[in-house]
């Protein structure tokens, strides 16, 4: 219980410095909504509306994002050495990454709906089915942060971090990014077992990745 | 085997950091009281703070400890985005205890005025001044502080030393890491010399 | 908090066998090297070029043996904090890499004569080529980590899950790939229906390519326990 309450008290502090300095959303959604646009230009519309491409391309987008919001959230951690502050608390170590998860997953719904819109308006793609579509891409936004965040923690205070952190997350990152991609897409077609199955996996990924998240990264924290 | 007493002890603790060795075969023992540790700079005062407080893994050797810790390094450890009153209720409430002691300490130490205002528009000496009121806010046990003048102005030292002063009167542990500061000698009931990662009890 | 052992060395055993082990892993080499090439009879459909396949087996075999090595070397440095396991776990990464890339290498040369193409999206291939980069990932977080046991602690975090991940990331190609129907051929990539001496073939050639990284990890070890003797003594 205390464990979920700490969990929970760090993540509202997360979210309250994000809400004040936005730095994250607006560094992650600036990027998606550069790329939907970019996009459509460089591939071509006919192309660029293709429901595969679609999702693939806002998957990997919406994956670099997180990096974005992660990076720039540890990188407030550091200034003044909060994270220290955190740290050093009682139970600090382990609260960390469970309340970054839930913090970060927020602020990536946030991301991927203004992304959606971005490029559902932009595309103009026909959606066959949404309520999967929505169902998907909740459960894909809750299966990307635990690995970002526990290659982040990883990476903390290296050189090179940014350059780091996409060698390290990405490949970890491929079942997660194939699922939401095909799920989305059969969402977009609608393909409504398909879209249900990748749905289920992307959700036992967040679940398995949260659970080893929590037991290892406590470990990673010096 | 002791009382049960707070305070914080490192056994033949051993701190490597970046391939070097910052602490070598260190035994501490800090009971209530104000403990000063000194040394030059680059003798491992910070690390074996950090040490005591668990933040860096030691090579060697172990660490106990009983109560909380409250360790205040030579920044300030507040979140930007927060104000210094939301900082320090993160604390508290995250130790499980109340809150009612904050708004009292954070004018006590002057920053009454701006508490609600965000930290990074704070000046380095008020920052100073928030963290340090944590030592009043959160009632902790184990005091750590790591250069704790360090932004202050003379206003904020001769608070900074009552602080202390009314810490150790209370059967806290105050361990204070610092290279000056001849003003806190009469209140000190234990030294520790630091040289080049060694440490004798003065 | 568990002590960081560092040993006093490697065992004074290990130098007298490494030669010997040396040997035997050069002279089986020659043994499944001559059964490859000359004794193994021809395969009917692939001709000659199916040879590869006993270079390109054994290469996968020790690809991910090297993996499973740096998992279970990472769980022992998290567990027991003894730097022995560090050496084992950079040691397995470095030598996993080279027979990863390899292995990639090995796939291509046999892809191009039977499928007319230097890279296809098998999934057992895709699965070797992002195990590739996580490994690569692995020695650039152990190159930019300055302190020993920070270093050691974060690679051993990433060594654990980019394991598990690799499964993961298997059958997640899989699954992708089995709605999209691949080409049949594609999919028939592995190996022929091999008769006994191309069995045996195939066997005598684990048996070399395991000693190879058996003499590979002694020698990789032993200096690596030799820099962290010297790290810790000065």
Do not use: C
Not at chain 2, 6 to 24: E, K, N, P
Not at chain 2, 170 to 182: M, Q, Y
């Amino acid at each position: 219980m205390i464990a979920l309450y700490r969990i929970a008290l760090v993540a509202a502090r997360e979210l309250r410095a994000e809400r004040r300095q936005p730095d994250g959303v607006v560094a992650a959604v600036t990027f998606i909504a550069v790329l939907v646009l970019l996009e459509s230009l460089v591939v071509g519309p006919q192309i660029a509306r293709d429901a595969d491409v679609a999702s693939a391309l806002f998957w990997l987008a919406l994956a670099f994002a997180t990096i974005l919001a992660t990076m720039r959230s540890f990188d407030r951690e550091l200034e003044d050495d909060a994270l220290e502050g955190l740290v050093a608390l009682p139970g600090g170590r382990d609260a960390l990454f469970g309340g970054k998860v839930l913090a970060l997953a927020m602020v990536l719904v946030l991301v991927a709906t203004v992304g959606g819109i971005l490029s559902l308006v932009l595309l103009d793609l026909p959606v066959a089915l949404p309520v999967h579509l929505i169902v998907v891409v909740l459960l894909g936004v809750l299966a990307l942060p635990p690995i970002v965040i526990v290659d982040v923690v990883l990476a903390l205070r290296l050189r090179a971090r940014a350059a780091l952190v996409p060698i390290l997350a990405l490949p970890v990152l491929v079942p997660q990014l194939v699922a939401a991609t095909r799920g989305t897409s059969a969402a977009l077609s609608g393909d409504a077992v398909g879209a249900l199955s990748w749905a289920g996996l992307l959700f036992a990924f967040s679940v398995v990745y949260t659970v080893i998240g929590l037991t290892i990264v406590p470990a990673a924290i010096e | 085997m002791r009382t049960v007493q707070s305070g914080a002890s490192l056994h033949d603790a051993t701190v490597v950091l970046d391939d070097r060795v910052i602490l070598r075969a260190v035994n501490v023992v800090v009971g209530p009281g104000l403990t000063l540790v000194r040394g030059p700079n680059g003798s491992g005062k910070t690390t074996l703070l950090r040490a005591l407080a668990g933040l860096v893994p030691l090579a060697r050797g172990d660490r106990r400890l009983a109560g909380d810790v409250l360790y205040i390094g030579h920044r300030p450890m507040l979140l930007r985005g927060l104000s210094a009153r939301e900082n320090l209720e993160f604390f508290a409430r995250f130790r499980g205890g109340d809150t009612r002691a904050i708004d009292g300490a954070l004018r006590a130490w002057g920053v009454g005025e701006d508490m609600d205002r965000p930290v990074e528009r704070l000046s380095a000496g008020e920052r100073r001044r928030a963290s340090l009121a944590r030592v009043e806010a959160e009632r902790v046990q184990v005091l750590l502080l790591d250069e704790p003048f360090a932004d202050l102005d003379e206003a904020g030292a001769v608070r900074l030393r009552q602080t202390i002063a009314r810490a150790r009167d209370d059967g806290r542990s105050v361990v204070v890491a610092t290279h000056a500061h001849p003003e806190l000698d009469d209140l000190a009931k234990a030294w520790i010399a630091l040289d080049d990662g060694d440490a004798t009890a003065a | 908090m568990t002590d960081t052992t560092i040993s006093r060395g490697t065992p004074y055993w290990m130098p007298r066998i490494r030669p010997w082990l040396g040997i035997a892993a050069a002279a089986s080499f020659v043994v499944a090297s001559v059964m490859a090439l000359f004794w193994a009879p021809t395969d009917a459909v692939q001709g000659n070029v199916y040879r590869i396949l006993y270079v390109h087996v054994p290469l996968a075999w020790l690809a991910y043996l090297a993996f499973v090595v740096v998992f279970l070397a990472s769980i022992g440095w998290l567990w027991t904090r003894n730097a022995v396991f560090d050496a084992i776990a950079v040691a397995s990464a470095e030598i996993g890499v080279l027979f990863t890339g390899l292995f990639l290498v090995a796939g291509s040369i046999w892809a191009k004569p039977t499928w007319g193409v230097w890279w296809t999206w098998e999934p057992r291939l895709v699965t070797t080529a992002v195990m590739f980069v996580m490994y690569v990932g692995y020695l650039l977080l152990r190159g930019l980590s300055t302190d020993f046991s920070r270093r050691a602690t974060r690679a051993a975090v990433f060594g654990i899950i980019a394991v598990i991940d690799v499964p993961i990331v298997h059958l997640s190609v899989l699954w992708a790939n089995s709605l999209h129907q691949l080409p049949t051929v594609l999919r028939a990539a592995g190996s022929p229906a091999l008769d006994s001496s191309m069995l045996l073939t195939l066997m005598v050639s684990l048996f070399a390519y395991t000693l190879i990284y058996a003499y590979f990890m002694s020698a990789r070890v032993s200096l690596e326990v030799a820099r962290q003797v010297r790290l810790w003594t000065t």
